[in-house]
T-cell receptor
């Protein structure tokens, strides 16, 4: 009964490189949320996806960031041309469905360090 | 600005004591949730309380919600060293898209 899986757990990138973060939701869950967390801060919402559909991307920077959740396979958060300010922990969470408040199941996070 | 803000920022107590954390928010909500985060880990859901509920219990946890004051409290009774973690409240705004907004959290340390 696997929970939310994220990989890699740690990722180091040089400025200007691309970062790809993967999230496999709980089996049977069709909704995925991505959050960013800076040290000593709460989670900041980035994007909410359903399979093959972006529901809400109001928290995601307009440039360099993109997310997808294909019909098959994990959800991907992609950061192009990373900068030092992108260094953070990125968490994804999943719910079975949407349309009301549900308990979110969180992954262990990917810690991105940009050098 | 944050929809939910926890208070205090940090709390240090002895094992066996009770720990109380508060969360205040600004706009009307559908529901409020409390989560725990151990250092370096993802968040774990503790309790969801709906806007028409006033109190909820789960084991040693007690959550209250006062919609007139736009505040909630999380009480952990008979704390244990294993309760050491950060605690976050998350609210989703009434009429919104059910996306929870997290506060900055309360860091709880329980000394054995």
């Amino acid at each position: 009964n696997a929970g939310v899986m994220q990989n890699p757990r740690h990722l180091v990138r040089r400025r200007g490189q691309e970062a790809r973060l993967r999230c496999s939701p709980v089996k049977g869950h069709s909704h995925v949320y991505w959050y960013r967390q800076l040290p000593e801060e709460g989670l900041k919402f980035m994007v909410y996806l359903q399979k093959e559909n972006i529901i809400d991307e109001s928290g995601m920077p307009k440039e360099r960031f993109s997310a997808e959740f294909p019909k098959e396979g994990p959800s991907i958060l992609r950061i192009q041309q990373v900068v030092r300010g992108d260094s953070a922990a990125y968490f994804c969470a999943s719910t079975r469905t949407g349309g009301q408040t549900y308990e979110q199941y969180f992954g262990p996070g990917t810690r991105l360090t940009v050098t | 600005s944050q929809q939910g803000e926890e208070d205090p920022q940090a709390l240090s107590i002895q094992e066996g004591e009770n720990a109380t954390m508060n969360c205040s928010y600004k706009t009307s909500i559908n529901n409020l949730q409390w989560y725990r985060q151990n250092s370096g880990r993802g968040l774990v859901h503790l309790i969801l309380i709906r806007s028409n509920e006033r109190e909820k219990h789960s084991g040693r946890l007690r959550v209250t919600l006062d919609t007139s004051k736009k505040s909630s409290s999380l009480l952990i009774t008979a704390s244990r060293a294993a309760d050491t973690a950060s605690y976050f409240c998350a609210t989703d705004i009434s009429g919104g898209s059910y996306i929870p907004t997290f506060g900055r959290g309360t860091s709880l340390i329980v000394h054995p």
